[in-house]
């Protein structure tokens, strides 16, 4: 079954530390690959996506992820987080053939000033 | 605002209850998709509606049941509830008949069994 591993639960980082999320997904086929971020009190919203071509992709507000297919990670980066950023990060996998996402479980984000 | 319209915000109800939670999608999006996130479970997929059709079917109970309406707005029906269904229910919506997995999610709807 496919499935969607975030290795960090909760992450405590001051500002203007640098950011990197894990996220590894099982299936070998084709896949699309989100970040979706979740600010304390609002719905879910995307962050950045890829479906295709250069495996570095850019987001929102300074985030960008890299698709590493050999590892099947397709982790979150930002060098200078700031304190808006508190809020839990999600890495969804859409596995080709398959009209469901999957959510791994999120990753709390806490940056102090 | 995601455009995505979610009812009630907030719910409390009782073991054996049924409740209804309303779904409006963004203007022109066809697909409706329900999430459930539990602090055990996370978020998972229950069931995605396309134009009035169910189209995908993930993790969603028996005593669970949703359906969309020829308005495009979809309804989660919760039925026989147990303290275990106390969730919060996320409503997405999509233009795209396929599930590319670009959503838009309401602000969810906080389920209390007590």
């Known amino acids: 079954a496919q499935s969607v591993s975030q290795h960090n639960h909760h992450v405590i980082l001051s500002e203007a530390a640098s950011l990197e999320l894990g996220c590894n997904y099982s299936?070998?086929?084709?896949?699309?690959l989100f970040w979706y971020v979740q600010y304390p009190g609002q719905h879910l919203q995307l962050l950045l996506k890829?479906?295709?071509?250069?495996?570095l992709v850019k987001g929102i507000k300074g985030f960008e992820a890299e698709f590493i297919k050999s590892k099947f990670s397709f982790n979150l980066r930002k060098p200078s987080v700031q304190w808006s950023d508190t809020a839990e990060y999600f890495c969804?996998?859409?596995?080709?053939?398959?009209?469901?996402?999957?959510f791994g479980a999120g990753t709390r984000l806490a940056v102090h000033p | 605002d995601s455009g995505v319209t979610q009812t009630p915000k907030h719910l409390i109800t009782a073991t054996g209850q049924r409740v209804t939670l309303r779904c409006s999608p963004r203007?022109?999006?066809?697909?409706v998709y329900w999430y459930q996130q539990s602090l055990d479970q996370g978020l998972q997929f229950l069931i995605q509606?396309?134009?009035?059709?169910?189209?995908a079917k993930g993790n969603i109970l028996e005593r669970f049941s949703a359906q969309q309406f020829p308005d495009l707005h979809s309804e989660l029906n919760l039925s026989s509830l147990e303290l275990g269904d106390s969730a919060l229910y996320f409503c997405?919506?999509?233009?795209?008949?396929?599930?590319?997995?670009?959503?838009?999610f309401g602000e969810g709807s906080r389920l209390t069994v007590l």
């Open positions: 997405a919506s999509s233009h795209l008949q396929e599930d590319t997995g670009e959503l838009f």
């Open positions: 509606y396309y134009n009035g059709e169910e189209r």
């Open positions: 299936y070998g086929g084709t896949v699309n």
């Open positions: 969804a996998v859409n596995a080709g053939g398959y009209n469901k996402l999957i």
């Open positions: 203007s022109g999006d066809l697909s």
């Open positions: 890829y479906f295709s071509g250069d495996p």
